[in-house]
């Protein structure tokens, strides 16, 4: 009757969630200033500007280009597009500029060579802007066309177009890809035309269910989420709840083995393997949880989104997959039903033989492991994580980009990437004067007073928006406008937002990196009740970050820009990227290890350490392989999204992951349980006052008649 009520439950939840779920995109917010502490000075000056300059204010420029120079009748139709743009809902009255109309305001809009030409203009959807500046974009786009003119929208406007296409209806194709591969991986686990069905309806259930609850988060609790976030959410909620449905079944179907009743074997199965999951799903949660003392919003708010996703997705995978595999009995396994009595097939698979062969010699085998990972980890040098261009953003040239160049190459300044400069009125005069000596800024606009006491103005930045050059420029902005005692100066605007983004960045990677090694450390020491088993695994987990690092260093430096349409020079990577990888693969690679390691703490109290360790390996080792391949493919799938941090995360994580199953946990850990024995479990007892006697193979230890021991050679 139980599995009936847990099967009603979660249906209902199913429907009342799920139609919330396909609402979390209305509340997405991803404008750049969310995602920046109020403390930034780039904060308080959008803050003092609030009532002045509308904060969804979008700038936007058309830039006209005709190789053989611009003719009286291009400009004229300029002109005339112009007027039409103006009309368009969204644009704010008085902000579309032709050419000659913003020469006359101070900011030339026509090169030199006569070349190119620029309208500008501002658009203002309110909060909405993200969403409405795709169709906006087509409608301008559909107005300025010129025969023998090529046209592109740039400055925000553009950018802002671009990026909204990039993420529009991300969500559905990473779930799709990522659902795909998963039932093709577990196709060839289970080798059954029928069991995949019930994992994945259950991760189904377990992602819409999420999305309702970050939904309403969202929406009522002023959580930021963001297209980045709810792409990571479906990637995390499909790859983790696959791992924890395929360590579920592997091991109801040992207990199956061993049980008639099938209710008896999930009863068994659930003991067994749900103490493993909830501190896997614990570690994960715990660690991404750590990302709440960021100081960036879209970070802080990334920890809580996956913290729900992955507490849901273990409620889940601990009741509605097991009452489905008991209501659908033994037959879901077809063709290879587990019969009752049968003989587990993993005692004698790969991963027994694997164990065989570091037995004799796991000193060598761990000290040359490890040391082949040291070496892999020197790939971390070539990694660049100062930031990337707007241009290196994504891994196509969109139109917005390919505007941005014609204007560099012709002499011209995006107008709408300015600095904005906020100072007491008494003083903004020596200031402006200070400012308009910054090499790469533009001349201050004339000073307009935004309160009593308090006055503004702006001068373009003759660089990228998000480029180095750019942050340079603010910072010598800074520091001029620094040097008028008294003036109270700050110092904002698009650059500025980025270099503040990049300073609360690099913050954050020194700030959570190491509270989530402690809090993963306490979980562990938690879980296998040791000190030193918990200290050896997180440091594997480093080695293993370290040398996935510097694999995909290598990655991105050689292999990815020949099967990308454009890709950055050298390895530059975001600020955040450091902290992202490090935060999924030190929760997630953590997960196999537990996974191994309570299976191997298990066994040790009838086996000892030394073969529980290798029955362990040969009875866990295809499961979490599997689990490996399932959730390297599905972060594998972010590479499918032409934005280039996202590319760089689905690849890293995906690499550490595979080298935490195939190499970390089966050779590394495997190794180093089988050279230590029972000095694992310091200062535990556990296999050492006194150490256990490994059983004779097949023998049963009950509490009145021991099982006969094996021999030392027998071992």
Request: proline fraction near 4%; hydrophobic fraction near 50%.
């Amino acid at each position: 009757m139980t599995k009936w009520l847990v099967l009603l439950f979660w249906i209902a939840a199913l429907v009342v969630f799920g139609s919330l779920s396909s609402k979390l995109i209305d509340v997405q917010n991803n404008e750049a200033s969310s995602w920046l502490p109020g403390s930034a000075e780039s904060t308080e000056v959008a803050d003092e500007l609030a009532d002045t300059v509308d904060p969804n204010n979008i700038p936007t420029l058309v830039v006209y280009y005709r190789d053989s120079g611009l003719t009286a009748a291009d400009r004229g139709e300029i002109d005339a597009q112009a007027a039409e743009i103006a009309t368009l809902d969204g644009v704010v009255e008085g902000t579309v500029l032709t050419p000659e109309q913003a020469a006359q305001a101070g900011f030339p809009a026509e090169s030199a060579d006569g070349q190119v030409a620029v309208t500008s203009l501002t658009f203002n959807f309110g909060a909405d802007g993200w969403n409405a500046i795709p169709d906006a974009a087509t409608e301008v786009r559909d107005i300025a066309q010129i025969d023998g003119v090529t046209v592109h929208l740039a400055g925000y406007g553009g950018q802002a177009a671009d990026a909204a296409t990039v993420f529009e209806g991300v969500d559905t194709t990473l779930i799709l890809g990522a659902l795909t591969v998963v039932v093709i991986i577990l196709l060839f686990t289970y080798r059954s035309p029928i069991l995949w069905v019930l994992p994945i309806f259950s991760v189904v259930v377990a992602y819409s269910v999420a999305g309702g609850v970050v939904y309403l988060l969202a929406k009522y609790a002023d959580l930021t989420v963001n297209g980045q976030s709810q792409a990571i959410l479906g990637i995390l909620v499909i790859g983790a709840g696959t791992d924890y449905a395929l360590l579920l079944v592997a091991r109801y179907r040992e207990e199956l083995r061993r049980h008639d009743d099938r209710h008896e074997a999930m009863a068994f199965a659930l003991h067994r393997a749900a103490p493993a999951i909830f501190a896997s799903a614990s570690t994960v949660a715990a660690g991404m949880l750590c990302l709440l003392i960021a100081d960036l919003n879209s970070t802080a708010g990334l920890g809580p989104v996956n913290a729900v996703g992955i507490g849901v997705t273990f409620l889940v995978m601990v009741t509605l997959l097991p009452a489905l595999l008991v209501i659908f009995g033994r037959w879901i396994f077809w063709p290879k039903r587990p019969a009752h009595g049968s003989r587990e097939p993993n005692t004698t698979g790969l991963w027994s033989k694997v164990g065989s062969a570091i037995a004799p010699h796991p000193r060598r085998i761990w000290l040359v492991t490890t040391g082949v990972l040291l070496v892999a980890c020197l790939g971390i040098l070539k990694i660049d994580a100062g930031g990337m261009s707007t241009e290196d953003t994504y891994t196509k040239e969109f139109d917005a980009i390919v505007g941005q160049k014609v204007l560099i190459e012709h002499g011209m300044v995006d107008n709408s990437n300015t600095i904005q400069v906020v100072a007491d009125t008494d003083q903004i005069a020596e200031v402006q004067q200070a400012v308009s000596g910054v090499d790469g800024a533009g001349d201050p606009t004339d000073p307009q007073p935004i309160s009593q006491s308090r006055s503004y103005f702006e001068a373009t930045v003759d660089a990228d928006v998000s480029s180095q050059a750019a942050y340079d420029i603010v910072d010598r902005s800074r520091m001029a406008a620094d040097g008028v005692d008294g003036a109270d100066a700050l110092v904002g605007g698009g650059s500025a937002f980025y270099l503040d983004t990049k300073e609360a960045a690099t913050r954050d990677n020194w700030a959570i990196i190491p509270t989530v090694l402690v809090v993963v450390l306490l979980i562990l020491i938690g879980l296998l009740r040791a000190l030193a088993a918990p200290l050896i695994l997180v440091g594997t987990v480093i080695l293993s970050f370290g040398a996935a690092m510097g694999l995909s260093a290598l990655l991105f430096d050689y292999v990815v820009p020949l099967v990308t349409d454009h890709w950055p020079e050298g390895v530059q990577v975001d600020p955040g990227f450091p902290l992202f990888a490090f935060v999924f693969l030190v929760a997630l690679g953590i997960d196999y290890n537990i996974f191994l390691m309570t299976r191997v703490r298990e066994e040790t109290a009838t086996h000892g350490t030394r073969q529980g360790s290798l029955i362990a390996l040969s009875s866990t080792g295809g499961v979490i392989t599997s689990a490996g391949f399932v959730l390297a493919a599905t972060f594998l799938v972010l590479a499918s999204i032409p934005f280039v941090f996202l590319v760089e995360l689905g690849v890293a994580v995906a690499l550490g992951v595979l080298l935490d199953t195939i190499i970390v946990r089966s050779v590394l850990v495997t190794a180093i349980n089988l050279d230590l024995g029972g000095k694992i479990w310091w200062p535990s007892a556990l296999d050492r006052k006194p150490p256990v006697t490994p059983l004779a193979d097949g023998a049963t230890a009950t509490a009145d008649k021991p099982a006969t021991p094996v021999s030392a050679q027998e071992w």
